[in-house]
């Protein structure tokens, strides 16, 4: 069942975790319901490229695409202090 998307602006209520990168986007990508090719799409580049990201991710992601991943998704990244 595809879930109804955000309003503009609406903030995600809880936070993402994970091990790490690769398994945050795949968290999002779930709850958002976006299968590889779309976000693909969204990012201008090919599912393969998506795949790649995603398992070389499990060890180490550049920032540059986990950036370019959550940005595609609808996110933004956002630091603060613990």
Not at 7 to 19: A, M
Not at 67 to 81: F, N, Q, S, T, V
Request: charged share 35%.
């Amino acid at each position: 069942m595809k879930q109804k998307s955000r309003e503009e602006g609406e903030k995600l209520e809880g936070e993402f975790s994970g091990d790490n990168a690769a398994n945050i986007i795949r968290c999002i990508m779930e709850k958002e319901d976006v299968k590889p090719k779309e976000l693909a799409e969204r990012m201008g580049c090919v599912r393969q490229n998506i795949s790649q990201m995603l398992n070389r991710g499990t060890v180490n992601m550049r920032y540059d695409s986990f950036y370019r991943m959550a940005e595609a998704l609808g996110y933004e990244i956002i630091l603060r202090k613990k």
